[in-house]
C-alpha cells in the first residue's frame, strides 16, 4: 500500500510540473466563464482547482479524485486569483492569493509562478450553478 502511494504521489508530482510549462493564465481566459472543477488527493489532503479539462482529466487520470464544479468564474475581473506551485514537499503543494505582493514573496522563497488560474467575481456577475461542491 505504502508503495503505491508514494508512486501517485510521484507521478502526480511529474504530472504537475508537465502542466507547468503550459501557462494557466492562456487555459483560463480561452474559456469564458469558466466552471471551476475541484479535485481532492487523497495522499496529500491537498485540493486543486482548474478551469482547464485536460488538467482535470490528467491529475484524475493519476489518482486525484475530481469532486465536481466548485463554482464558475468571470473570464476577466480587476482580481485576478494567482496560482503558485511549491515542489519542495513531498507530492507538490499548490496556493492561490489575490495579493500580488504575497506572491512576489513567495516567489522570493522557491515557488513556481504558475500564473493567473482564475479572477474573482468581485461584482457577483456569474450567474451560479446548482451542482457545486458542497
Same mark, same amino acid.
Given at each position: ?5 508514494? &508512486? $501517485? ?8 510540473? &508537465?502542466? &507547468? *510549462? ?5 487555459? =483560463?481566459?480561452?474559456?469564458? =466563464? ?5 479535485? @481532492?488527493?487523497?495522499? $496529500? %489532503?491537498?485540493?486543486? /482547482?482548474? =478551469? =482547464?479539462?485536460?488538467?482535470? +482529466? $490528467?491529475?484524475?487520470? *493519476?489518482?486525484?479524485? /475530481?469532486?465536481? !464544479?466548485?463554482? #464558475? ?5 480587476? $482580481?485576478? *486569483?494567482?496560482?503558485? @506551485?511549491?515542489?519542495? *514537499? ?12 504575497? #506572491? ?5 522563497? %522557491?515557488?513556481? @509562478? ?6 474573482? +467575481? ?7 450553478? &446548482?451542482? !457545486?461542491?458542497?
Amino acid at each position: 500500500m505504502r508503495k503505491c502511494i508514494w &508512486a $501517485t504521489i510521484l507521478s502526480t508530482s511529474a504530472v504537475l510540473l &508537465a502542466f &507547468a *510549462v503550459m501557462p494557466v493564465s492562456a487555459l =483560463a481566459e480561452s474559456v469564458g =466563464a469558466m466552471n471551476m472543477c475541484r479535485l @481532492y488527493n487523497p495522499n $496529500t %489532503g491537498e485540493h486543486f /482547482y482548474t =478551469a =482547464a479539462t485536460a488538467e482535470r +482529466d $490528467t491529475m484524475s487520470s *493519476v489518482g486525484w479524485r /475530481y469532486e465536481g !464544479v466548485g463554482w #464558475r468564474a468571470p473570464e476577466k475581473s480587476d $482580481t485576478p *486569483v494567482y496560482r503558485l @506551485y511549491n515542489s519542495h *514537499v513531498i507530492g507538490g503543494d499548490h496556493h492561490y492569493t489575490t495579493s500580488a505582493s504575497e #506572491r512576489d514573496m513567495l516567489v522570493r522563497a %522557491g515557488w513556481k @509562478y504558475e500564473g493567473v488560474g482564475w479572477y474573482s +467575481d468581485d461584482g457577483e456577475a456569474v450567474p451560479r450553478i &446548482a451542482s !457545486v461542491v458542497g
